[in-house]
């Protein structure tokens, strides 16, 4: 089982950035790959962009060229900087952690909000 906790969240202006962390504990030697999602207010969870243990990263077409997924193995941590904030980025950001196994597990979320 993998444990993650995010932090980092807050409020800031738009066009700010902020950069949320994850960082996972437990089994986290099974991970193939970690991801970022979001979830608004009346709104499904979406993809935000994910980082496999071999480094390789994916984003939301979106989301591209204004969020970087990043990661520090020494720390056991993920990172998500997200610059040029818009008020549509508001939301909760989650950490989700894939096992080789294809389990998930995911982090409480980090509340993310973005002031016009």
């Known amino acids: 089982q993998v444990q993650l906790v995010e932090s980092g969240g807050g409020l800031v202006q738009a066009g700010g950035s902020l950069r949320p962390s994850c960082a996972a504990s437990?089994?986290?030697?099974?991970?193939?790959?970690m991801g970022w999602y979001r979830q608004a207010p009346g709104k499904q969870r979406e993809l935000v962009g994910g980082?496999?243990?071999?480094?390789?990263?994916n984003y939301a077409d979106s989301l591209k060229g204004r969020f970087t997924i990043s990661r520090d193995n020494a720390k056991n941590t993920v990172y998500l900087q997200m610059n040029s904030l818009k008020t549509e980025d508001a939301a909760v950001y989650y950490c989700?952690?894939?096992?080789?196994?294809?389990?998930?597990?995911w982090g409480q979320g980090t509340q993310v909000a973005v002031s016009s």
């Open positions: 980082i496999t243990s071999g480094g390789s990263t």
């Open positions: 989700s952690a894939t096992g080789c196994t294809g389990a998930v597990s």
């Open positions: 437990g089994s986290r030697f099974n991970i193939i790959r």
